[in-house]
């Protein structure tokens, strides 16, 4: 598997991993021995690969015949290419062939002669015009790699390709028609056109009966969707997120099982057909930022399977289904940036307009109703029932307070109420908190901090689940207010919870010790310090910025604690840090 892996250092781990996946059933059992014996690693969800490994890599391949690259198993040297691809050599034991990043190649090479080839990559080949027929023969060929070849404008009739499983031409901006497909494909598993020119796709796509993932993102030429899409009874995700150019999704005409994402961010539908209903697995429905969708059916309440559902951005939606509280499974809904004028429902006793009726939603643990005009009437009760709730964000709404029904939220971790511009006190929060994020509430008063005598946090491993308070930029917080937070604070919680704020102020409360000026503090401490009466440390800074300075993106505070004998602690905060207007 090392001898595969060189080709991809550097790649997405979720790509490796799908293109691996289609060569070897134990791929990803073996890709986790190579990271624990420390032979690739991971990082930022990319795959990497030290130099001595790569090189490693290849010496293992050069050993097979050590002089003669026409009878290696891998081709990766330019110059090796070169010669065994110019003298026409025959190649018979080639399995991989990389020629990526090849900037003046312009047609792909005729590789008839390479009959037991299973990986051809080309990509990142920027002037690559065409493609030589003969490659979609290929018998054996099971990934095909054409990622980025920008000047690609045609891929010849699909005629072969038996054992293909992967086919990426993602970033193929040039390519405008997808090739007919003579024949079934059993084997494909992965299409890859993001961000090609194709208009519209064939009907020879039922060919390809076994496909799982068809992204299609950002095919802003896109117009049309086969109507047979339906037959694709294998596939269990469909990207179109990006095709602004389509107006219309397809009827699914008979039931589809497997389909559990679908990604249409964007595109420029007015309304989702109610055969949607066949759509039986459906797990994740993305909508968000479609300016044109006017409505949803109803019959999208009757997907059992439903756990994510996002119409954020949505401006043009004119209502919610009204038996929404039937998707018992859901678990996030995202319905942010609406005009919720249009969402809301007029009571029969005249108090105003509504959240619709989301008390049946029993498993929703992620609600986001950020930027929809809420104010404190908006919200009823049943906003309450929703018990399993864990995130809440209420942002850029018009709350002058934290409604009460917040408080009867009793599994709710993380609640943003972020740039409520109006939002004057935070009396009361349920005692599961972890993060209360306020940044930019400017008329911010009053908070009261509750204690941590519940139930919830006698019970919890504290330690591992600090409480944190965001309040940057509330500058309506009386100083007095503040050390009285910050000493509740220090008396409520410790020794049983671990806590972080951040809030505006300029002085240090007298009851830390130790001042220092820098970034850094020393203290002696006393002998067995570490003993019964101990309640844990407790660090205060005040950060200074020089005038007209801005931090670039989130600001991050990191605490580290140095024993010269014992144990290293490290605990951090962030915050976002926003330009001030006036």
């Given at each position: 598997?090392?001898?595969?892996?060189?080709?991809?250092?550097?790649?997405?781990?979720?790509?490796?991993?799908?293109?691996?996946?289609?060569?070897?059933?134990?791929?990803?059992?073996?890709?986790?021995?190579?990271?624990?014996?420390?032979?690739?690693?991971?990082?930022?969800?990319?795959?990497?690969?030290?130099?001595?490994?790569?090189?490693?890599?290849?010496?293992?391949?050069?050993?097979?015949?050590?002089?003669?690259?026409?009878?290696?198993?891998?081709?990766?040297?330019?110059?090796?290419?070169?010669?065994?691809?110019?003298?026409?050599?025959?190649?018979?034991?080639?399995?991989?062939?990389?020629?990526?990043?090849?900037?003046?190649?312009?047609?792909?090479?005729?590789?008839?002669?390479?009959?037991?080839?299973?990986?051809?990559?080309?990509?990142?080949?920027?002037s690559l015009l065409e493609v030589?027929?003969?490659?979609?023969?290929?018998?054996?060929?099971?990934?095909?790699?054409?990622?980025?070849?920008?000047?690609?404008?045609?891929?010849?009739?699909?005629?072969?390709?038996?054992?293909?499983?992967?086919?990426?031409?993602?970033?193929?901006?040039?390519?405008?028609?997808?090739?007919?497909?003579?024949?079934?494909?059993?084997?494909?598993?992965?299409?890859?056109?993001?961000?090609?020119?194709?208009?519209?796709?064939?009907?020879?796509?039922?060919?390809?009966?076994?496909?799982?993932?068809?992204?299609?993102?950002?095919?802003?030429?896109?117009?049309?969707?086969?109507?047979?899409?339906?037959?694709?009874?294998?596939?269990?995700?469909?990207?179109?997120?990006?095709?602004?150019?389509?107006?219309?999704?397809?009827?699914?005409?008979?039931?589809?099982?497997?389909?559990?994402?679908?990604?249409?961010?964007?595109?420029?539908?007015?309304?989702?057909?109610?055969?949607?209903?066949?759509?039986?697995?459906?797990?994740?429905?993305?909508?968000?930022?479609?300016?044109?969708?006017?409505?949803?059916?109803?019959?999208?309440?009757?997907?059992?399977?439903?756990?994510?559902?996002?119409?954020?951005?949505?401006?043009?939606?004119?209502?919610?289904?009204?038996?929404?509280?039937?998707?018992?499974?859901?678990?996030?809904?995202?319905?942010?940036?609406?005009?919720?004028?249009?969402?809301?429902?007029?009571?029969?006793?005249?108090?105003?307009?509504?959240?619709?009726?989301?008390?049946?939603?029993?498993?929703?643990?992620?609600?986001?109703?950020?930027?929809?005009?809420?104010?404190?009437?908006?919200?009823?009760?049943?906003?309450?029932?929703?018990?399993?709730?864990?995130?809440?964000?209420?942002?850029?709404?018009?709350?002058?307070?934290?409604?009460?029904?917040?408080?009867?939220?009793?599994?709710?971790?993380?609640?943003?109420?972020?740039?409520?511009?109006?939002?004057?006190?935070?009396?009361?929060?349920?005692?599961?908190?972890?993060?209360?994020?306020?940044?930019?509430?400017?008329?911010?008063?009053?908070?009261?901090?509750?204690?941590?005598?519940?139930?919830?946090?006698?019970?919890?491993?504290?330690?591992?689940?600090?409480?944190?308070?965001?309040?940057?930029?509330?500058?309506?917080?009386?100083?007095?207010?503040?050390?009285?937070?910050l000493e509740k604070l220090h008396?409520?919680?410790?020794?049983?919870?671990?806590?972080?704020?951040?809030?505006?102020?300029?002085?240090?409360?007298?009851?830390?010790?130790?001042?220092?000026?820098?970034?850094?503090?020393?203290?002696?401490?006393?002998?067995?310090?570490?003993?019964?009466e101990f309640l844990g440390f407790?660090?205060?800074?005040?950060?200074?910025?020089?005038?007209?300075?801005?931090?670039?993106?989130?600001?991050?505070?990191?605490?580290?604690?140095?024993?010269?004998?014992?144990?290293?602690?490290?605990?951090?905060?962030?915050?976002?840090?926003?330009?001030?207007?006036?």
């Amino acid at each position: 598997m090392l001898e595969r892996e060189i080709f991809f250092n550097g790649e997405d781990l979720d790509f490796v991993q799908r293109i691996l996946d289609a060569c070897h059933s134990f791929a990803k059992l073996i890709m986790q021995e190579l990271d624990d014996k420390s032979l690739i690693s991971i990082l930022d969800k990319k795959l990497s690969m030290h130099d001595l490994m790569q090189k490693a890599g290849w010496e293992i391949v050069r050993r097979q015949n050590h002089n003669e690259p026409g009878k290696w198993s891998r081709l990766w040297d330019p110059d090796n290419v070169h010669h065994v691809l110019t003298k026409n050599t025959c190649l018979p034991k080639l399995e991989v062939i990389n020629l990526g990043n090849s900037q003046h190649l312009l047609e792909c090479p005729n590789l008839s002669s390479a009959p037991c080839l299973e990986l051809l990559i080309l990509d990142g080949c920027t002037s690559l015009l065409e493609v030589h027929p003969p490659v979609t023969k290929l018998k054996r060929l099971t990934i095909l790699n054409m990622k980025n070849c920008k000047m690609l404008h045609h891929f010849p009739s699909i005629t072969g390709l038996e054992s293909l499983k992967v086919l990426n031409l993602s970033g193929c901006s040039k390519l405008d028609k997808f090739p007919e497909i003579q024949g079934y494909m059993e084997c494909l598993v992965e299409l890859n056109l993001e961000g090609t020119a194709i208009v519209e796709l064939p009907f020879s796509v039922v060919f390809l009966p076994r496909l799982v993932l068809l992204d299609m993102q950002n095919c802003k030429n896109l117009t049309i969707l086969p109507s047979n899409i339906y037959s694709l009874k294998f596939l269990g995700t469909l990207v179109l997120s990006g095709c602004s150019g389509l107006e219309r999704f397809p009827e699914i005409m008979e039931v589809m099982e497997c389909l559990q994402k679908l990604l249409l961010d964007g595109i420029s539908i007015k309304e989702l057909p109610p055969s949607i209903v066949h759509l039986k697995g459906l797990q994740s429905l993305s909508l968000r930022k479609c300016k044109n969708l006017k409505s949803l059916p109803n019959s999208i309440c009757s997907l059992r399977s439903l756990e994510t559902l996002i119409v954020s951005g949505c401006s043009k939606l004119s209502k919610l289904p009204e038996e929404l509280g039937r998707l018992q499974f859901l678990m996030k809904l995202q319905i942010s940036s609406l005009l919720f004028r249009l969402l809301h429902r007029e009571n029969s006793d005249g108090i105003g307009l509504q959240l619709p009726y989301l008390s049946g939603l029993y498993s929703l643990k992620y609600l986001d109703l950020s930027g929809c005009n809420l104010t404190d009437r908006s919200i009823n009760d049943n906003l309450g029932h929703l018990r399993f709730l864990e995130e809440l964000n209420l942002s850029r709404n018009n709350l002058v307070t934290i409604p009460e029904e917040v408080n009867r939220l009793s599994h709710l971790r993380v609640l943003s109420v972020n740039q409520c511009k109006r939002l004057r006190e935070i009396s009361k929060l349920p005692p599961s908190i972890k993060l209360l994020d306020a940044g930019d509430c400017i008329s911010l008063e009053s908070l009261s901090v509750l204690s941590p005598q519940s139930p919830q946090y006698l019970s919890s491993s504290s330690r591992l689940h600090p409480v944190t308070f965001k309040l940057t930029n509330c500058f309506a917080l009386a100083q007095d207010n503040v050390a009285t937070i910050l000493e509740k604070l220090h008396q409520n919680f410790l020794p049983e919870i671990e806590y972080s704020i951040v809030l505006p102020g300029s002085t240090i409360p007298e009851w830390f010790q130790h001042p220092s000026i820098g970034s850094s503090v020393t203290i002696e401490l006393p002998r067995n310090w570490h003993n019964e009466e101990f309640l844990g440390f407790a660090l205060c800074c005040v950060l200074s910025l020089e005038e007209d300075e801005i931090i670039q993106g989130p600001g991050l505070i990191c605490c580290n604690f140095e024993f010269k004998e014992g144990p290293y602690l490290s605990s951090s905060i962030s915050w976002t840090q926003r330009r001030q207007s006036g």
